[in-house]
């Protein structure tokens, strides 16, 4: 298996002058969502971000697909690929094969994660009776079968699950002790519950505490949407941003999107504006498999078109 660079070296090589960004896509549905995957993926392509992940679904619901298309993406474009990989569902051998499956495609950047139930992400989690039972362990499963590189989820607002914040932030630790790289934040919208993320992880080890905590950003462009993101993720709107969003959707039967998009472009830029300012070490933003949104960001920020790269065709 030949090594590809890790995250960390991305984070490490930026450009000068300029914060790393990066982006989350999900696996398409059908063939509709497939290309607008693939225009998304192009037009990212040329924007330069530092690595690109692919989620996977509740249960592993998508497993086959996001590897099929995690596996394109190493092999089609210039971007560096980030597998997500969740331990609910699956035995350890599952697993196994799962991690040779990307290492077959030249993929060995793995995000593990714990997973979230089938059919209800906020249900009760169960353990595969030949599985593992929480992410450190699947940190361990991975590092151990090659020479692969493992970030984890990392949780601003506490996990839904976990009694309270220093419990929460323990369990990071835990997970970054046992070969994590570096995490990839939840969403949030309140960037004082980032630094107040960072500062917990360094009082509790300050080692761990040198290791990349990525933010994620979401801008929103739709309320009802984001609040069934919210809704599944366990994040929460700041009262003050709700009641903006709310006005901007007006009270009709249709919501106001236009209106709603500007607010969210306008909110999304104002938080990676303070989290540049505050030192963070790369923007990675959730884009849905679209690129106008997460783009309009970018500009505000100042961010401007790589050249075109040579790739082969999608």
């Avoid at 991305?10 to 693939?38: H, K, T, Y």
């Avoid at 989290?275 to 679209?290: D, R, V, Y």
């Amino acid at each position: 298996m030949s090594r590809t660079p890790s995250i960390v070296d991305r984070l490490g090589s930026a450009r000068s002058g300029r914060i790393p960004f990066s982006v989350e896509f999900s696996p398409p549905r059908d063939a509709e969502a497939e290309g607008r995957l693939w225009r998304a993926v192009r037009t990212f392509e040329r924007l330069g971000p530092a690595f690109v992940s692919m989620t996977y679904g509740a249960g592993g619901s998508t497993r086959d697909r996001t590897v099929r298309v995690t596996g394109r993406l190493a092999e089609e474009t210039t971007l560096l690929p980030v597998a997500h990989l969740t331990a609910v569902g699956h035995s350890i051998d599952e697993l196994r094969a799962m991690v040779g499956a990307y290492a077959d495609r030249g993929i060995t950047n793995i995000l593990a994660l714990r997973g979230d139930p089938p059919g209800n992400p906020l249900g009760e989690w169960e353990k595969h009776p030949e599985g593992l039972e929480y992410a450190d362990e699947l940190v361990r499963l991975v590092r151990e079968l090659g020479d692969f590189h493992v970030g984890v989820a990392s949780f601003p607002e506490g996990h839904h699950r976990s009694p309270d914040l220093d419990h929460d932030t323990r369990y990071l630790v835990q997970k970054l002790r046992a070969g994590a790289e570096y995490s990839i934040t939840q969403m949030f919208f309140d960037v004082e519950h980032y630094l107040r993320l960072r500062d917990r992880v360094v009082a509790c080890d300050a080692e761990q505490g040198l290791k990349p905590i990525i933010p994620e950003i979401m801008p929103i462009t739709s309320l009802r949407s984001a609040r069934r993101s919210l809704e599944l993720s366990g994040s929460h709107l700041p009262p003050v941003l709700e009641e903006r969003l709310r006005r901007a959707a007006g009270d009709g039967p249709e919501e106001n999107r236009a209106a709603v998009r500007e607010v969210g472009i306008e909110v999304a830029t104002e938080m990676c504006e303070r989290l540049i300012s505050e030192g963070a070490p790369c923007l990675h933003f959730i884009t849905l498999n679209f690129a106008r949104a997460t783009g309009e960001v970018l500009d505000r920020l100042g961010y401007e078109l790589e050249a075109p790269a040579a790739v082969q065709p999608a």
